[in-house]
């Protein structure tokens, strides 16, 4: 009566009289709107759930706690690990990665399941191209309705960029500790807010003036002043630097 839409499932049959003849019909119409909504529903969460899968970029896969055959294995796995889902669905481990990773796969999976927990990891991993990728990932088990484990499900993240590039500020780090180490060395290093206001001093500035560093910080040159030099001198010194440009010249400090 609203204008609504209604799905109507209907069926009928002949009757027949002794000699096969069809005197008449009997049917029946059965209202499925509602089976029919929750199959669309159904239809569209389930390709939602499928575009999500296929569109991560982590590396999925979900295997029966049975006997661990894969029943998924999204498009970031194959990828990782050069095969096609067609080819790893219903197989195991081995089938998938390299006896190396398949077993360790195999055990964290036999843990997430006996412990009915999450299992995190870390390794490295060897593409079909002899590629090493480090990995960090979870295993967890799916439970069924009377909270059996079910599935396994495993997420993995390829963090080799990320690894590279902490090495490399490792390196650039310790190589910046080498350079100040050695100008530590070599010269006399003094920093100042705008004001004058001593900062920062390096152990060769302690050394030479004679002062301790928590003597020197919070305070101005002026407590390093030299009679050698006249107060145009400094004056000229200031000037050059809070005006953004460099200063240089010979400093007598006695």
């Known amino acids: 009566d ?14 027949r009289d002794d000699h096969g003849a069809i005197v008449g019909m009997f049917g029946a119409i059965q209202d499925v709107t509602e089976r029919k909504h929750a199959e669309e529903d159904l239809s569209r969460a389930n390709a939602l759930f499928k575009t999500v899968i296929d569109n991560m970029p982590v590396l999925l896969t979900v295997k029966k706690a049975s006997d661990l055959s894969y029943v998924i294995i999204n498009p970031a796995a194959e990828k990782m690990f050069g095969v096609s889902a067609a080819n790893v669905i219903g ?8 006896p190396d990773s398949a077993s360790m796969f195999t055990s964290l999976d036999h843990e997430a399941l006996r412990n009915r927990s999450l299992v995190q990891f870390e390794h490295n991993l060897e593409d079909r191209e002899g590629n090493i990728h480090n990995m960090i990932g979870a295993k967890a088990p799916i439970l069924d309705t009377h909270g059996n ?3 396994v499900i495993t997420l993995s993240e390829d963090i ?12 650039a780090h310790q190589e910046l500790i ?5 100008i530590d060395q070599a010269v006399t290093v003094t920093i100042t807010d705008a004001q004058g206001t001593i900062t ?15 003597e020197l910080l919070g305070r101005t040159h002026r407590m390093m002043k030299s009679s050698m030099h006249s107060d ?6 200031y000037r050059t630097i809070t005006a953004g440009r460099v200063w240089r010249g010979e400093i007598c400090n006695t």
């Open 178 to 182: 080498d350079k100040q180490y050695a």
């Open 91 to 98: 197989n195991q481990a081995y089938r998938l990665a390299p």
């Open 2 to 15: 609203d204008g609504s839409l209604l799905y109507l499932h209907n069926w009928a049959r002949s009757l």
């Open 232 to 237: 145009e001198f400094y004056a000229e010194m």
């Open 160 to 171: 080799t960029e990320r690894k590279q590039a902490e090495r490399a500020l490792a390196r």
């Open 200 to 214: 920062h001093v390096n152990d060769l500035v302690c050394k030479l003036s004679g002062y301790t560093r928590e």
């Open 149 to 151: 484990p079910e599935y």
